[in-house]
């Protein structure tokens, strides 16, 4: 390990190392008697929920069967909070209460009344106690939200002593957040306890200097997690979607009770909308990079409804580092960056220079994705280089994740820098070559690649390389194999025409023709961990080569008809 990479491993050990020793500090010890305090007699207003409501959920729920992660609890008329958990996933959702949106379908008083009995369950089991997952900065956040928001719903025709118990576990519950809110771990669950912590300072009654105090704080995070291009530094794809179903009730909030807005509220909300259009496939999926997941149509227009931005997607996201090439009819995004910095990169990747491929409502090529309900392992698996549509070169990654658990799953190493440029050419749209140096420390390559689409849409050429640093092919020596992936979507059909072809055929008929006469293409089983059903079977395009005596393979995808 080079002396910078042990450097830089102190001294997140020691940030780290201080951040929890600040959040014990200032938490001292934690009792309900410590947050107590004085309960507000009503709520001022309900933000706005943008999330879709499921009515085949709230119907589950009151049968007492709890739909959450991909799995089901039955919980037989006893407390969902008092039982063992299918999951940690599956914890999170329950605790963090967004289920309750699907019970705005409901209109009968006798399940609403079923509603408040399971808040008052928490409330009972879990909001007298500080500990355990319940009480995860990032779980309270979104259940702050979740209950302000849906607060018509749980306290209509409500009793007076539930309507004082929901108020005054929200407020304690406020009071917590605001004194860990500075110890929270750097990420997207900070800007959502700023979002929370913003939201409840005009939904419920507050001073004007907390409510001003809070505006401040939500715009100091949102100047350091959302970049100018309007990308979230986590540099996941989906990020700013999730964020977006929060900023944009709170905008309106604030707009509709006549309060001052936080300065940069609405303009990171505009840098984001662009951001959010750059990932966007053209059959409305988002691009599956450093961390996201599938995404439903109706989740996404739910969101560009509001977009007031308009206008083309960008070619470039360059403080994000992505490319774009794109026609009216196909979409090319590359991704030719590395985590902004170590705290960033909980959710990051190992996917420099890999891309997605769609055109016209299918997703051709893509990365496996990150699973939306599966456990830590899938997740990590789905973080590997292999997993994306690159290359890998003996079976390695480009990036080091710690295995650390004081650390967390951060990048440790790997990719330290990207070179990257656009070039215009005769006939084509336009081309990306890019190169990292992943590979340098441990094998001493560096991987290139270069992606062109013709200006008809119907070519996409590519080209992948590896060289020494000093830009010369490797040494004969060089034992080295690489295996370039090209990870093919579940619902597209794939079928070997020859060792050089073969053919990928989408359910309406449209195939595209894959070429490499620079190997012998295998295709072979895969998974595909983004589906919103779960983790399912797939398929990928694998071309193998030895980096000695064949440095470089160019490759095609072209439609037929």
Not at 131 to 152: C, E, K, N, T, Y
Not at 180 to 206: F, H, N, Q, W, Y
Not at 311 to 319: D, E, I
Request: charged share 25%.
């Amino acid at each position: 390990m080079r002396i910078s990479d042990r450097q830089r491993l102190l001294y997140l050990y020691v940030r780290e190392g201080w951040r929890r020793f600040s959040r014990r500090l200032a938490l001292g010890r934690s009792s309900a008697l410590r947050f107590a305090g004085t309960t507000p007699d009503r709520l001022i207003v309900a933000p706005t929920d943008l999330r879709a409501v499921d009515p085949f959920v709230a119907q589950e729920i009151l049968e007492g069967r709890f739909p959450l992660a991909g799995r089901v609890l039955e919980t037989e008329g006893e407390s969902p909070f008092e039982m063992d958990l299918p999951s940690r996933e599956f914890g999170v959702r329950l605790h963090s209460f967004g289920w309750v949106r699907h019970m705005r379908s409901v209109r009968q008083e006798e399940a609403l009344g079923q509603l408040r009995h399971i808040v008052n369950d928490w409330i009972v089991t879990h909001g007298r106690v500080i500990g355990g997952m319940a009480w995860d900065v990032d779980i309270i956040a979104q259940r702050m939200i979740s209950w302000l928001s849906h607060s018509p719903i749980i306290l209509r025709d409500a009793e007076h002593a539930f309507y004082r118990r929901f108020l005054k576990s929200l407020a304690f519950q406020l009071r917590y957040l605001r004194h860990v809110a500075d110890t929270t771990a750097d990420g997207e669950a900070r800007l959502k306890t700023r979002i929370a912590l913003a939201m409840a300072s005009v939904a419920m009654p507050a001073s004007t200097s907390a409510i001003r105090k809070a505006a401040r704080n939500l715009d100091r995070e949102l100047d350091r997690q959302i970049l100018p291009d309007g990308g979230h530094v986590s540099r996941n794809s989906r990020v700013g979607l999730e964020l977006l179903f929060d900023l944009l009730p709170l905008r309106q909030t604030y707009v509709n009770l006549g309060h001052e807005l936080p300065v940069r509220l609405i303009p990171c909300i505009d840098r984001m909308y662009p951001a959010l259009r750059f990932f966007r496939h053209q059959g409305g999926e988002l691009a599956l990079f450093n961390g996201a997941t599938s995404t439903l149509g109706n989740e996404l227009m739910s969101v560009l409804r509001y977009d007031e931005t308009a206008g083309m997607p960008f070619k470039a996201l360059p403080h994000l580092q992505y490319q774009r090439l794109a026609t009216e009819t196909v979409v090319v995004i590359v991704d030719t960056g590395m985590p902004l910095s170590s705290a960033w990169s909980r959710t990051a990747h190992a996917g420099c220079l890999s891309f997605e491929m769609s055109s016209g409502r299918h997703r051709f090529v893509i990365n496996s994705g990150s699973p939306k309900f599966a456990g830590d392992r899938f997740r990590q698996l789905a973080r590997l280089t292999a997993a994306h549509s690159t290359v890998t070169v003996d079976d390695r990654s480009s990036a080091r994740l710690s295995q650390s658990r004081f650390l967390g799953p951060i990048v440790t190493g790997g990719v330290s820098r990207v070179a990257v440029r656009r070039e215009e050419r005769a006939g084509e749209l336009d081309a990306v070559i890019a190169s990292h140096d992943g590979y340098v420390e441990s094998l001493g390559l560096v991987h290139e690649r270069d992606i062109s689409l013709n200006g008809q849409g119907r070519i996409v050429r590519g080209r992948d390389r590896l060289l020494q640093p000093d830009g010369n092919d490797p040494a004969p020596s060089h034992t080295a194999v690489a295996v370039a992936r090209f990870h093919i979507h579940p619902a597209i059909t794939i079928r070997r025409h020859s060792a050089h072809e073969a053919y990928l055929t989408a359910p309406d008929g449209e195939t595209w023709l894959f070429t490499c006469r620079d190997g012998e293409i295998a295709v072979e089983e895969d998974i595909f961990f983004a589906d919103p059903s779960g983790v399912r079977p797939s398929a990928q395009i694998a071309v193998s080569f030895p980096v000695a005596s064949q440095p470089e393979i160019q490759w095609v995808f072209s439609r037929e008809g």
